[in-house]
């Protein structure tokens, strides 16, 4: 029986390009689990899309002088085009855009507003004199009261990744004119996770042996802290409305005295997008521009049934510097609209890959082109990289020397080895196919298969991929020691039949290699049992193939081909910045 799988990606901002930090903090090990999952036979839904509200979008609007639309729909774009080229496979990548977005949002605050759960209130708010006007938190910049680290922002510190409170940044000026600001009353709407307190710490406890176990740490921490009320709306332009005219049929208590400029705040909006893009996707049809959109012809259309289904598991992804609005915000919401939705099972986080010891950033300028780099080495090539060296449970370093090893000493020395050398052999003395009627696979290449399905399979469900590929990456190098062990070019001479055995368990095993490998490299996957003349139905609900298989016929349908290209080390080196 299937299961409803929900694949939750974070929502990029569409600010600048996606650089290879976001595809290892969540992009990638979304896709692999997707694809891991679809294999099994359960009906995935992966959903996600760019986040086009908020400050980030405004700055980069004012720093090239255009309209925040025209960010929008640049960047948007790009990362469109880039997924598509690292073959992810969304069901549905949409934007905050649409309306039907809009209206979940609305629909959701409507449902916490009048469950009590959102209240009135009066906070500070940055003002600018200079500037005459209220300022969102990335117009505000100064020195974190906490680490000291410089140029943050006036909500959190992108060093330590602490909630900074209005008023407690040090020295805070306006990013538009650089001169000083001053904290103003302005009244708004706040969430106040102090009425779900209960709720998610039993939320939380449930969730110890499941998530990392650092993520449950950090968590829990938050919660003994004390979640305090949190301003779910902002003076501001480039944001979602409140849903008015429907507050002021509510009760007064419940209705600010003004709502001039008074928006939703992107924090709260976003993750809603998890709930709002499966309802997009079930009335869909058909593709545009604007979207990445499939539904398979065997997939459930009601979007229902993964969110108002208990037994249905959902993956989120994220990088760490977006933990705790996966872990504690967002159930919050959903606990607090009484709906009865899901909430999330597996919060996927991702500590940073940082380059040549430095954080990625957008911002400053430290990056890598994701597009040139999957232009330059192949997306296989970065898929393999990253899902063989993802930051789990420890921040991991790009650099280019340790990019080249892992291809070159890896996937080349190992699995391209195993493939070239098999191939090679079978397409030379056997040309290029072999049947043997009463083929008995050999019991010690069955084990070594079955077990590789077996823990892989347990360390995907809990969306341990480097592990995984651990475990893949060993079955690779045992074939290549079969091959060596059994010596098949001096057994073909003596023993042409015992050679014949030799020659389909070493087929057998690529063949099983091509779908171990499916959801992590899906080009070489599909590139090698094109090469084995493997027909592998397409994946469908409730039919399984992750597991063993044994065939006791192939022919090639083309000459071997060389499956990964050894890297020019000093070429690679010398893309440092």
Request: proline share 3%; glycine share 6%; aromatic share 12%.
């Amino acid at each position: 029986m299937h299961k409803k799988i929900l694949v939750g990606v974070a929502w990029p901002y569409v600010n600048g390009d996606i650089h290879l930090g976001h595809l290892a903090g969540y992009l990638i090990p979304a896709d692999i689990v997707a694809r891991y999952q679809r294999l099994r036979g359960n009906d995935v839904l992966m959903v996600s899309g760019s986040d086009t509200h908020g400050t980030p979008i405004t700055v980069e609007a004012d720093k090239k002088g255009v309209q925040p639309a025209e960010i929008v729909k640049q960047y948007h774009q790009n990362d469109i085009q880039l997924f598509k080229k690292y073959r992810l496979s969304y069901n549905l990548y949409t934007s905050t855009q649409t309306e039907n977005h809009k209206r979940v949002v609305q629909e959701l605050f409507l449902d916490l507003l009048k469950n009590d759960y959102i209240v009135k209130g009066t906070m500070k708010q940055y003002f600018a004199t200079q500037d005459n006007q209220f300022l969102p938190d990335r117009y505000v910049e100064g020195t974190c009261p906490y680490c000291k680290a410089g140029q943050q922002r006036s909500d959190q510190c992108e060093s330590c990744g602490r909630w900074i409170e209005d008023g407690e940044l040090i020295d805070p000026v306006s990013k538009l004119s650089g001169s000083p600001v001053e904290l103003k009353d302005t009244e708004h709407y706040f969430l106040d996770f102090s009425k779900l307190d209960n709720e998610l710490k039993q939320y939380v406890e449930d969730k110890k042996d499941i998530w990392r176990n650092w993520v449950w740490k950090e968590t829990n921490g938050w919660l003994k802290e004390g979640m305090k009320k949190r301003a779910i709306t902002r003076d501001m332009d480039w944001a979602i409305d409140l849903p008015v005219e429907e507050i002021l049929k509510l009760d007064k208590s419940k209705q600010l005295e003004n709502y001039d400029g008074k928006k939703i705040y992107v924090w709260f909006e976003a993750v809603i997008g998890y709930l709002s893009a499966p309802q997009e996707w079930a009335v869909l049809e058909s593709e545009n521009e604007d979207i990445i959109f499939t539904k398979g012809e065997s997939q459930d259309t009601d979007w229902q049934n993964w969110w108002l289904n208990q037994d249905s598991e959902h993956y989120y992804f994220m990088g760490q510097d977006n933990l705790v609005f996966h872990t504690l915000m967002w159930p919050a919401q959903l606990i607090g609209s009484k709906r009865g939705y899901k909430l999330p099972t597996h919060v996927v986080v991702n500590k940073f890959m940082n380059y040549e010891g430095k954080k990625f950033s957008k911002s400053r300028g430290w990056t890598i082109d994701s597009a040139q780099m999957a232009d330059k080495f192949g997306t296989d090539a970065v898929r393999y990289y990253i899902s063989a060296n993802l930051p789990e449970h420890k921040e991991a370093n790009f650099t280019w020397e340790g990019f080249t090893d892992a291809i070159n000493n890896e996937l080349v020395a190992n699995f391209g080895n195993l493939v070239n050398r098999s191939l090679t052999f079978f397409a030379a003395r056997y040309d290029s196919h072999l049947t043997i009627d009463d083929y008995k696979i050999d019991t010690k290449v069955q084990a070594k298969v079955s077990t590789c399905f077996a823990k892989t399979s347990s360390l995907l469900d809990m969306a341990e991929i480097s592990p995984a590929v651990n475990e893949i990456m060993a079955l690779a190098k045992f074939g290549n020691q079969y091959f060596e062990t059994q010596a098949i070019w001096k057994v073909i001479k003596e023993k042409p039949e015992e050679a014949e055995e030799i020659m389909l368990n070493l087929l057998n095993l690529l063949a099983n290699l091509s779908v171990l490998i499916a959801p992590i490299l899906p080009n070489s996957s599909s590139k090698l049992m094109a090469m084995l003349g493997i027909n592998l139905p397409g994946v469908s609900v409730d039919l399984d193939l992750w597991q063993p298989q044994v065939r006791n016929s192939f022919a090639l349908s083309s000459a071997p081909e060389i499956l990964f290209t050894k890297l020019d080390r000093d070429q690679v080196v010398s893309e440092k910045v």
